[in-house]
């Protein structure tokens, strides 16, 4: 199986989500695609993207709605 997108936006918001999900045993994965500190006259700041695996979706989805609740 492969990855599934389960946030994309602030990267203080996809950490709080990252630490959350990995304490119930599911790895995650983040992608940063900002390019500010390589080149920092670009102004356009992309989403950060919380990944995890297909097969660990239904261990981590309650967390993952709960979280997107209370945001």
Do not use: Y
């Given at each position: 199986?492969?990855?599934m997108?389960?946030?994309s936006?602030?990267?203080?918001?996809?950490?709080?989500?990252?630490?959350?999900?990995?304490?119930?045993?599911?790895?995650?994965?983040?992608?940063?695609?900002?390019?500010?500190?390589?080149?920092?006259?670009?102004?356009?700041?992309?989403?950060?993207?919380l990944?995890?695996?297909e097969?660990?979706?239904s261990?981590?989805?309650?967390?993952?709605e709960?979280?997107?609740?209370s945001?």
């Amino acid at each position: 199986m492969g990855l599934m997108k389960v946030f994309s936006g602030n990267e203080i918001l996809a950490l709080a989500l990252q630490t959350k999900i990995e304490e119930i045993g599911v790895n995650t994965v983040i992608r940063n695609n900002n390019q500010a500190n390589v080149l920092p006259s670009i102004s356009t700041i992309k989403p950060v993207e919380l990944f995890i695996q297909e097969t660990d979706f239904s261990k981590a989805n309650e967390i993952i709605e709960e979280f997107r609740l209370s945001i």
